[in-house]
């Protein structure tokens, strides 16, 4: 995987950079040096290669291991749980493990097919949040709900129609389903939940995006 940026660069655990690309152009001595310190292979490129390799890239692209998911069994005794029913911004990923982390949430359950997965955006948008939260990739999301009653934890799904979530008294153990930025929370999904909850809303637009809806509601539920 490659990914870019300066910020990214100083995010990164260095044990999984393969290779680091910078711009002939490249002036930040600060991260020349840590490239140097950490003994990481590095190669000066000309810049316009590097324009078409990846947009904005700041004079550095660095190239990384793929992303390691962790499993339902890396869960030990979290408070609170995220489960994403096939999100697909990346953008509203990075944010919401942004926000997760800034929480101090530590899993995030994600489906492996057709919702967004851990690639160059998603790193990028967390601004190093994903070095401190474990993304957990699972075949089957009622397969893992189940799991997670079976440890004990409360499934709330977010969802319009749902229970205001300032009236609702929450389990110990909760987790907390955030659905599709299109279609919600799949029919599958809500069934398999044992409370639905919402966020009310007053003005014209009757919905938020996912990550907002996220925050709004890991802190009201945290709190």
Same mark, same amino acid.
């Not at 600060?30 to 310190?37: G, R, S």
């Not at 987790?175 to 809500?190: A, M």
């Given at each position: 995987?490659?990914?870019?940026?300066?910020?990214?660069?100083? #995010?990164?655990?260095?044990?999984?950079?393969?290779?680091?690309?910078?711009?002939?152009?490249?002036?930040?001595? &600060?991260?020349?040096?840590?490239?140097?310190? *950490?003994?990481?292979?590095?190669?000066?490129?000309?810049?316009?290669?590097?324009?078409?390799?990846?947009?904005?890239?700041?004079?550095?692209?660095? &190239?990384?291991?793929?992303?390691?998911?962790?499993?339902?069994?890396?869960?030990?005794?979290?408070?609170?749980?995220?489960?994403? $029913?096939?999100?697909? $911004?990346?953008?509203?990923?990075?944010?919401?493990?942004?926000?997760? #982390?800034?929480?101090?949430?530590?899993?995030?359950?994600?489906?492996?097919?057709?919702?967004?997965?851990?690639?160059?955006?998603?790193?990028?948008?967390?601004?190093?949040?994903?070095?401190?939260?474990?993304?957990?990739?699972?075949?089957?999301?009622?397969?893992?709900?189940?799991?997670?009653?079976?440890?004990?934890?409360?499934?709330?799904?977010? $969802?319009?129609?749902?229970?205001?979530?300032? $009236?609702?008294?929450?389990?110990?153990?909760?987790?907390?389903?955030?659905?599709? &930025?299109? *279609?919600?929370?799949?029919?599958?999904?809500?069934?398999?939940?044992?409370?639905?909850?919402?966020?009310?809303?007053?003005?014209?637009?009757?919905?938020?995006?996912?990550?907002?809806?996220?925050?709004?509601?890991?802190?009201?539920?945290?709190?």
């Amino acid at each position: 995987m490659r990914v870019c940026g300066k910020n990214v660069f100083n #995010e990164l655990n260095y044990k999984i950079v393969r290779k680091v690309l910078i711009s002939d152009t490249f002036k930040d001595k &600060e991260i020349i040096n840590k490239i140097k310190e *950490n003994k990481l292979k590095y190669i000066v490129t000309d810049s316009k290669i590097m324009d078409r390799m990846m947009a904005h890239n700041q004079g550095i692209i660095i &190239e990384i291991d793929d992303f390691s998911y962790g499993t339902i069994d890396d869960i030990k005794d979290d408070n609170l749980i995220l489960l994403l $029913d096939h999100l697909e $911004d990346p953008h509203n990923f990075g944010a919401i493990i942004r926000t997760c #982390e800034a929480k101090g949430i530590k899993s995030i359950i994600i489906p492996k097919d057709r919702g967004v997965t851990v690639n160059e955006t998603v790193m990028k948008t967390s601004s190093g949040a994903l070095n401190h939260v474990n993304i957990i990739m699972v075949t089957n999301l009622v397969n893992a709900i189940n799991k997670l009653k079976d440890k004990g934890y409360f499934i709330y799904a977010a $969802d319009m129609d749902g229970k205001n979530y300032h $009236d609702v008294d929450y389990a110990d153990k909760v987790v907390l389903i955030i659905g599709n &930025e299109g *279609n919600g929370i799949s029919k599958i999904i809500k069934n398999n939940s044992d409370e639905i909850i919402s966020i009310p809303m007053k003005g014209v637009v009757n919905s938020l995006n996912a990550s907002v809806a996220a925050a709004i509601l890991i802190y009201g539920i945290g709190d």
